[in-house]
T-cell receptor
Protein backbone atom coordinates (compact mmCIF):
# COMPACT_ATOMS: atom_id res chain seq x y z
CA UNK A 1 0.00 0.00 0.00
CA UNK A 2 1.39 3.35 -1.07
CA UNK A 3 2.38 5.69 1.72
CA UNK A 4 3.10 9.36 1.14
CA UNK A 5 5.10 11.37 3.66
CA UNK A 6 5.76 15.08 3.81
CA UNK A 7 8.51 16.44 6.00
CA UNK A 8 8.59 18.82 7.76
CA UNK A 9 5.03 19.08 8.99
CA UNK A 10 5.51 22.80 9.54
CA UNK A 11 8.02 25.35 8.32
CA UNK A 12 8.49 29.02 9.13
CA UNK A 13 10.78 31.23 7.04
CA UNK A 14 11.44 34.95 6.61
CA UNK A 15 10.15 36.67 3.53
CA UNK A 16 12.40 36.43 0.49
CA UNK A 17 13.91 33.08 1.33
CA UNK A 18 14.02 30.26 -1.19
CA UNK A 19 12.67 27.01 0.22
CA UNK A 20 12.10 23.37 -0.61
CA UNK A 21 9.21 21.19 0.47
CA UNK A 22 9.63 17.45 0.38
CA UNK A 23 7.31 14.60 -0.54
CA UNK A 24 8.33 10.97 -0.42
CA UNK A 25 6.42 7.86 -1.45
CA UNK A 26 7.05 4.20 -0.79
CA UNK A 27 6.03 2.65 -4.11
CA UNK A 28 8.08 4.09 -6.97
CA UNK A 29 5.78 2.58 -9.59
CA UNK A 30 3.72 5.73 -9.79
CA UNK A 31 2.47 7.53 -12.82
CA UNK A 32 1.91 11.12 -11.87
CA UNK A 33 2.24 13.41 -8.89
CA UNK A 34 0.39 16.60 -8.11
CA UNK A 35 1.12 19.43 -5.69
CA UNK A 36 -1.71 21.39 -4.09
CA UNK A 37 -2.07 24.43 -1.93
CA UNK A 38 -4.68 24.66 0.81
CA UNK A 39 -5.52 27.88 2.60
CA UNK A 40 -7.15 27.70 6.04
CA UNK A 41 -10.80 26.70 5.78
CA UNK A 42 -10.59 26.43 2.02
CA UNK A 43 -10.42 23.72 -0.60
CA UNK A 44 -7.35 22.53 -2.46
CA UNK A 45 -5.94 24.45 -5.38
CA UNK A 46 -3.79 22.62 -7.88
CA UNK A 47 -0.30 24.07 -8.27
CA UNK A 48 1.60 21.68 -10.48
CA UNK A 49 0.94 18.28 -12.05
CA UNK A 50 3.95 16.21 -13.12
CA UNK A 51 3.09 13.58 -15.71
CA UNK A 52 4.85 10.23 -15.78
CA UNK A 53 7.04 11.24 -18.71
CA UNK A 54 8.19 14.46 -17.05
CA UNK A 55 10.81 15.15 -14.43
CA UNK A 56 9.69 18.61 -13.47
CA UNK A 57 7.12 21.34 -13.94
CA UNK A 58 7.41 25.07 -13.44
CA UNK A 59 4.88 27.80 -12.81
CA UNK A 60 6.10 31.25 -11.91
CA UNK A 61 8.13 31.03 -8.69
CA UNK A 62 7.25 27.37 -8.23
CA UNK A 63 9.18 24.39 -9.52
CA UNK A 64 8.29 20.80 -8.78
CA UNK A 65 10.54 17.86 -9.56
CA UNK A 66 9.86 14.15 -9.55
CA UNK A 67 12.38 11.35 -9.08
CA UNK A 68 10.46 8.11 -9.21
CA UNK A 69 13.49 5.91 -8.70
CA UNK A 70 14.22 7.47 -5.33
CA UNK A 71 10.55 7.92 -4.40
CA UNK A 72 10.81 11.66 -3.97
CA UNK A 73 9.30 14.88 -5.19
CA UNK A 74 10.28 18.39 -4.19
CA UNK A 75 8.46 21.69 -4.48
CA UNK A 76 10.80 24.65 -4.74
CA UNK A 77 9.45 28.10 -3.93
CA UNK A 78 11.64 31.00 -4.93
CA UNK A 79 11.66 34.37 -3.18
CA UNK A 80 8.92 33.43 -0.74
CA UNK A 81 6.22 35.96 0.15
CA UNK A 82 3.75 36.20 3.04
CA UNK A 83 1.00 35.31 0.56
CA UNK A 84 2.65 31.90 0.11
CA UNK A 85 1.65 30.99 3.66
CA UNK A 86 -0.58 27.93 3.36
CA UNK A 87 -0.48 24.17 3.68
CA UNK A 88 1.10 22.37 0.74
CA UNK A 89 0.07 18.82 -0.08
CA UNK A 90 1.38 16.31 -2.55
CA UNK A 91 -0.71 13.50 -4.04
CA UNK A 92 0.34 10.39 -5.92
CA UNK A 93 -2.07 9.92 -8.76
CA UNK A 94 -2.15 6.15 -9.12
CA UNK A 95 -4.59 5.79 -6.29
CA UNK A 96 -4.86 9.39 -5.09
CA UNK A 97 -2.85 9.06 -1.91
CA UNK A 98 -2.10 12.32 -0.18
CA UNK A 99 0.61 13.35 2.19
CA UNK A 100 -0.44 15.05 5.43
CA UNK A 101 0.97 18.33 4.18
CA UNK A 102 3.55 20.91 5.17
CA UNK A 103 2.20 24.05 6.81
CA UNK A 104 4.28 26.97 5.57
CA UNK A 105 4.45 30.35 7.26
CA UNK A 106 6.34 33.17 5.56
CA UNK A 107 7.03 36.02 7.97
CA UNK A 108 7.18 39.62 6.70
CA UNK B 1 -16.32 29.19 -14.62
CA UNK B 2 -15.11 25.63 -14.10
CA UNK B 3 -15.92 24.57 -10.59
CA UNK B 4 -16.94 21.92 -8.11
CA UNK B 5 -19.64 22.98 -5.68
CA UNK B 6 -20.59 21.40 -2.39
CA UNK B 7 -23.53 21.99 -0.10
CA UNK B 8 -23.83 22.63 2.70
CA UNK B 9 -20.51 24.21 3.60
CA UNK B 10 -21.09 23.76 7.32
CA UNK B 11 -23.32 21.26 9.07
CA UNK B 12 -23.88 20.41 12.71
CA UNK B 13 -26.06 17.38 13.32
CA UNK B 14 -26.76 14.71 15.91
CA UNK B 15 -25.89 11.05 15.97
CA UNK B 16 -28.14 8.91 13.81
CA UNK B 17 -29.81 11.65 11.79
CA UNK B 18 -29.41 10.86 8.11
CA UNK B 19 -27.77 13.55 6.00
CA UNK B 20 -26.66 14.14 2.43
CA UNK B 21 -23.85 16.35 1.21
CA UNK B 22 -24.27 17.31 -2.41
CA UNK B 23 -21.49 17.69 -4.96
CA UNK B 24 -21.78 19.00 -8.47
CA UNK B 25 -19.26 19.75 -11.21
CA UNK B 26 -19.76 21.68 -14.44
CA UNK B 27 -16.78 20.36 -16.39
CA UNK B 28 -18.30 17.14 -17.77
CA UNK B 29 -15.71 15.14 -15.82
CA UNK B 30 -16.02 11.40 -15.72
CA UNK B 31 -14.19 10.78 -12.46
CA UNK B 32 -15.47 12.07 -9.14
CA UNK B 33 -14.45 11.27 -5.60
CA UNK B 34 -15.02 12.08 -1.95
CA UNK B 35 -12.34 12.62 0.68
CA UNK B 36 -12.27 13.35 4.33
CA UNK B 37 -9.52 15.38 5.91
CA UNK B 38 -8.54 14.94 9.53
CA UNK B 39 -5.66 16.61 11.41
CA UNK B 40 -2.42 14.71 11.01
CA UNK B 41 -3.97 12.17 8.65
CA UNK B 42 -4.18 14.15 5.45
CA UNK B 43 -6.88 13.40 2.91
CA UNK B 44 -8.30 9.91 2.71
CA UNK B 45 -10.51 8.75 -0.10
CA UNK B 46 -13.99 7.58 0.88
CA UNK B 47 -15.58 6.62 -2.44
CA UNK B 48 -14.94 7.30 -6.08
CA UNK B 49 -16.86 7.01 -9.32
CA UNK B 50 -15.43 6.28 -12.75
CA UNK B 51 -18.62 7.29 -14.52
CA UNK B 52 -22.40 7.27 -14.24
CA UNK B 53 -23.64 4.28 -12.25
CA UNK B 54 -20.05 3.16 -11.53
CA UNK B 55 -18.89 3.65 -7.95
CA UNK B 56 -16.29 1.97 -5.79
CA UNK B 57 -14.91 2.07 -2.28
CA UNK B 58 -11.87 4.08 -1.36
CA UNK B 59 -9.79 3.68 1.77
CA UNK B 60 -12.40 4.62 4.38
CA UNK B 61 -15.88 3.78 3.05
CA UNK B 62 -17.48 2.50 6.27
CA UNK B 63 -20.54 4.51 7.26
CA UNK B 64 -20.91 6.24 3.91
CA UNK B 65 -22.88 5.73 0.72
CA UNK B 66 -22.71 7.43 -2.65
CA UNK B 67 -24.63 7.44 -5.89
CA UNK B 68 -23.90 8.61 -9.43
CA UNK B 69 -27.12 8.86 -11.36
CA UNK B 70 -25.97 11.83 -13.41
CA UNK B 71 -22.52 12.70 -14.63
CA UNK B 72 -22.40 16.07 -12.87
CA UNK B 73 -23.63 15.03 -9.41
CA UNK B 74 -22.07 12.78 -6.80
CA UNK B 75 -23.81 13.05 -3.40
CA UNK B 76 -22.34 11.65 -0.20
CA UNK B 77 -24.85 10.04 2.14
CA UNK B 78 -24.40 9.34 5.83
CA UNK B 79 -27.28 7.05 6.78
CA UNK B 80 -26.57 7.12 10.51
CA UNK B 81 -23.82 9.63 11.32
CA UNK B 82 -21.60 9.06 14.33
CA UNK B 83 -19.20 11.42 16.12
CA UNK B 84 -16.17 9.77 14.48
CA UNK B 85 -17.45 11.09 11.16
CA UNK B 86 -16.86 14.64 12.32
CA UNK B 87 -14.45 15.88 9.70
CA UNK B 88 -13.82 18.17 6.75
CA UNK B 89 -15.15 16.63 3.55
CA UNK B 90 -14.04 17.39 0.01
CA UNK B 91 -15.50 16.42 -3.30
CA UNK B 92 -13.21 16.34 -6.32
CA UNK B 93 -13.45 15.68 -10.03
CA UNK B 94 -11.12 15.10 -12.94
CA UNK B 95 -11.58 14.45 -16.62
CA UNK B 96 -9.89 11.06 -16.67
CA UNK B 97 -9.41 8.61 -13.80
CA UNK B 98 -6.03 8.67 -12.06
CA UNK B 99 -3.68 5.76 -12.51
CA UNK B 100 -2.99 6.35 -16.18
CA UNK B 101 0.12 7.46 -17.99
CA UNK B 102 -1.46 10.79 -18.83
CA UNK B 103 -3.71 12.24 -16.21
CA UNK B 104 -5.48 15.48 -15.48
CA UNK B 105 -5.65 18.03 -12.73
CA UNK B 106 -8.01 17.22 -9.90
CA UNK B 107 -10.45 20.00 -9.07
CA UNK B 108 -11.67 20.25 -5.51
CA UNK B 109 -14.79 21.69 -4.00
CA UNK B 110 -14.58 24.22 -1.14
CA UNK B 111 -15.20 21.62 1.54
CA UNK B 112 -17.99 20.76 3.97
CA UNK B 113 -17.23 20.93 7.66
CA UNK B 114 -19.38 18.36 9.41
CA UNK B 115 -19.82 18.07 13.16
CA UNK B 116 -21.74 15.12 14.57
CA UNK B 117 -22.75 15.53 18.21
Amino acid sequence: KQEVTQIPAALSVPEGENLVLNCSFTDSAIYNLQWFRQDPGKGLTSLLLIQSSQREQTSGRLNASLDKSSGRSTLYIAASQPGDSATYLCAVHNDMRFGAGTRLTVKP
Amino acid sequence: EAQVTQNPRYLITVTGKKLTVTCSQNMNHEYMSWYRQDPGLGLRQIYYSMNVEVTDKGDVPEGYKVSRKEKRNFPLILESPSPNQTSLYFCASTKRPPGQLITDTQYFGPGTRLTVL
